[in-house]
């Protein structure tokens, strides 16, 4: 089965998320801005989801963590939680 490594960051509203990934672009940690404005438990371990399964996750961030490229960070993406922010490590 499909496994996948991955990291997000989620926050209430699409205009924070872009925001956010301005400031990853700009050269920010991701990790670090996950600890201070995710509002997902995963913030406190900088975003980490650690080792994923397909179907483990919620449709949109699935879509996300095995269709997507490796390494870049995807998003806003809008799901039931609010928006997230997903970079995805590796896929096997």
């Known amino acids: 089965m499909a496994k996948a490594m991955a990291r997000h960051i989620l926050v209430k509203t699409e205009a924070q998320a872009t925001a956010l990934k301005k400031r990853i672009a700009a050269g920010e940690a991701f990790d670090l801005l ?3 404005y995710s509002t997902c438990p995963s913030g406190k371990r900088g975003g980490d989801l650690g080792e994923v399964r ?3 996750m ?3 961030i ?4 095995f269709k ?5 960070v995807h998003g806003p993406v809008k799901s039931q ?3 997230h922010l997903v970079q995805v490590f590796y896929r096997d």
């Not at 699935?62 to 963590?65: A, K």
Request: aromatic share 10%; proline share 5%.
């Open 34 to 36: 996950a600890r201070q």
């Open 54 to 56: 397909p179907g483990q």
């Open 58 to 60: 919620v449709r949109a």
């Open 62 to 65: 699935d879509q996300v963590i």
């Open 68 to 72: 997507k490229a490796l390494r870049e």
């Open 81 to 83: 939680f609010g928006y």
